[in-house]
């Protein structure tokens, strides 16, 4: 396929999801949850909550890992991939925000728990962190677009006071990524035990650790790819490294819990749940395995796969957690509709769209931040927009 029949395929994909949802948009919010989705009053969560929400925050984790190993750290070789990170960061809590509303029986009511405070709620401190962190992440995106305009002065503002909200973005993103873990934490009769811990915060916030290392490489490698960039591959080769030690921790601790808890052996019991736990496993433990060898991290394709294999390992979790470890406690079989299904595809695609709108007019990249800023007549303006421009 060369490359004009590829765009027009893409696009033409991507105009047919977005009015299939559209469609399916009128019929949730004329008809109701009941009639665009297959949801009940015995299995009220579908893949609304389980992808839209818990996948899609975990997927945005990159924003306040590379903010963290970059500005508390100081690992400045990772500068790079910070604002991409940032980007797609943003985008995915915005775009969690509005699945949100989709899932909300009355999605009018989403201020409620800003106003009427329920502080013994594990969802009133999800709800609070998610809408402080959005609006950390809209004033860390914020100096791309000044960059565009050449409002030097309000980016030097900016600037002066940035290191104080990365700190408190990482505390809040560290907060409501473990509670989102912690929801499930009353569910200990419901959630089958190959899923249900007392770890689950903790287990939640070191696999959003490693997604978000994941998918900054996943994102530099379709960056470079899409823009006809160089792969910053140094870069990509120490996240590998680094990635193949946390997903190891995960796995350790998840495999002590299992046994300590007795849980192991209910992989003996009949059900699809062991076949999705195998799942599961495979795809996180294989591309581990795959890193920590020298060879693989010295191939750009094969750190591509193991990348891929392991986001679709963290999916295949959260929806266990969220969808297939509560069926059998409720009675029933959840298949999503179609109406849920499109709309989480119009998500993932408007998301890809967004991001690469923003990569092509925004300075997001690093070759971008090298691009002249315009001219300003005071003369420590003008000294400032070329350390912009330098990257300083």
Same mark, same amino acid.
């Given at each position: 396929?060369?490359?004009?029949?590829?765009?027009?395929?893409?696009?033409?994909?991507?105009?047919?999801?977005?009015?299939?949802?559209?469609?399916?948009?009128?019929?949730?919010? *004329?008809?109701?949850?009941?009639?665009?989705?297959? @949801?009940?009053?015995?299995?009220?969560?579908?893949?609304?909550?389980? =992808?839209?929400?818990?996948?899609?925050?975990?997927?945005? #984790?990159?924003?306040?890992?590379?903010?963290?190993?970059?500005?508390?750290?100081?690992?400045?070789? *990772?500068?790079?991939? !910070?604002?991409?990170?940032?980007?797609?960061?943003?985008?995915?809590?915005?775009?969690?925000?509005? #699945?949100?509303? =989709?899932?909300?029986?009355?999605?009018?009511?989403?201020?409620?728990?800003?106003?009427?405070?329920?502080?013994?709620?594990?969802?009133?401190?999800?709800?609070?962190?998610?809408?402080?962190?959005?609006? !950390?992440?809209?004033?860390?995106?914020?100096?791309?677009?000044?960059?565009?305009?050449?409002?030097?002065?309000?980016?030097?503002?900016?600037?002066?006071?940035?290191?104080?909200?990365?700190?408190?973005?990482?505390?809040?993103?560290?907060?409501?990524?473990?509670?989102?873990?912690?929801?499930?934490?009353? @569910?200990?009769?419901?959630?089958?035990?190959?899923?249900?811990?007392?770890? @689950?915060?903790? @287990? =939640?916030?070191?696999?959003?650790?490693?997604?978000?290392?994941?998918?900054?490489?996943?994102?530099?490698? /379709?960056?470079?790819?899409?823009?006809?960039?160089?792969?910053?591959?140094?870069?990509?080769?120490?996240?590998?490294?680094?990635?193949?030690?946390?997903?190891?921790?995960?796995?350790?601790?998840?495999?002590?819990?299992?046994?300590?808890?007795?849980?192991?052996?209910?992989?003996?019991?009949?059900?699809?749940?062991?076949?999705?736990?195998?799942?599961?496993?495979?795809?996180?433990?294989?591309?581990?395995?795959? =890193?920590?060898?020298?060879?693989?991290?010295?191939?750009?394709?094969?750190?591509?796969?193991?990348?891929?294999?392991?986001?679709?390992?963290?999916?295949?979790?959260?929806?266990? !957690?969220?969808?297939?470890?509560?069926?059998?406690?409720?009675?029933?079989?959840?298949?999503?509709?179609?109406?849920?299904?499109? !709309?989480?595809?119009?998500?993932?695609?408007?998301?890809?769209?967004?991001?690469?709108?923003? #990569?092509?007019?925004?300075?997001?990249?690093?070759?971008?931040?090298?691009?002249?800023?315009?001219?300003?007549?005071?003369?420590?303006?003008?000294? *400032?927009? /070329?350390?912009?421009?330098?990257?300083?």
């Amino acid at each position: 396929m060369n490359n004009a029949l590829r765009t027009y395929f893409w696009r033409g994909s991507f105009a047919i999801i977005m009015l299939v949802a559209l469609y399916a948009t009128f019929v949730r919010f *004329y008809y109701g949850l009941g009639a665009s989705t297959n @949801l009940s009053d015995q299995f009220p969560w579908g893949i609304w909550v389980g =992808f839209d929400v818990l996948c899609g925050v975990g997927l945005a #984790a990159g924003g306040f890992t590379l903010a963290a190993i970059v500005h508390i750290f100081n690992l400045k070789a *990772y500068k790079a991939v !910070v604002r991409p990170a940032i980007l797609t960061a943003f985008l995915g809590y915005l775009l969690v925000t509005v #699945a949100l509303m =989709f899932d909300l029986g009355r999605p009018y009511r989403v201020w409620h728990p800003l106003i009427m405070w329920n502080p013994r709620s594990v969802m009133f401190e999800v709800g609070w962190c998610v809408t402080l962190y959005t609006s !950390v992440l809209f004033l860390e995106f914020l100096p791309m677009v000044l960059e565009k305009l050449g409002l030097v002065k309000a980016h030097r503002v900016l600037k002066n006071v940035m290191l104080p909200i990365i700190i408190l973005g990482v505390i809040l993103s560290t907060l409501h990524q473990s509670s989102l873990g912690s929801v499930f934490l009353i @569910l200990p009769t419901k959630l089958h035990p190959l899923w249900y811990s007392p770890l @689950l915060p903790v @287990l =939640f916030y070191v696999s959003a650790i490693a997604t978000g290392l994941a998918m900054t490489i996943f994102e530099s490698w /379709h960056s470079a790819k899409a823009f006809g960039r160089q792969l910053e591959f140094p870069l990509v080769q120490k996240m590998t490294r680094v990635l193949a030690v946390v997903i190891a921790v995960y796995l350790t601790m998840r495999f002590l819990d299992l046994y300590h808890r007795g849980a192991l052996s209910t992989l003996n019991n009949p059900g699809w749940e062991r076949w999705l736990f195998g799942l599961e496993i495979v795809l996180m433990a294989v591309p581990m395995l795959m =890193f920590f060898r020298e060879r693989t991290r010295e191939n750009p394709q094969a750190i591509y796969v193991g990348t891929v294999l392991f986001l679709l390992g963290f999916v295949t979790h959260r929806l266990n !957690v969220s969808v297939t470890g509560l069926e059998a406690s409720s009675g029933v079989h959840y298949v999503p509709k179609w109406t849920e299904i499109s !709309v989480t595809l119009a998500m993932v695609a408007f998301g890809f769209f967004v991001f690469r709108m923003a #990569a092509h007019y925004l300075p997001v990249f690093e070759a971008e931040e090298h691009q002249p800023v315009p001219e300003v007549p005071v003369l420590e303006d003008r000294a *400032y927009a /070329h350390s912009l421009a330098r990257g300083d």
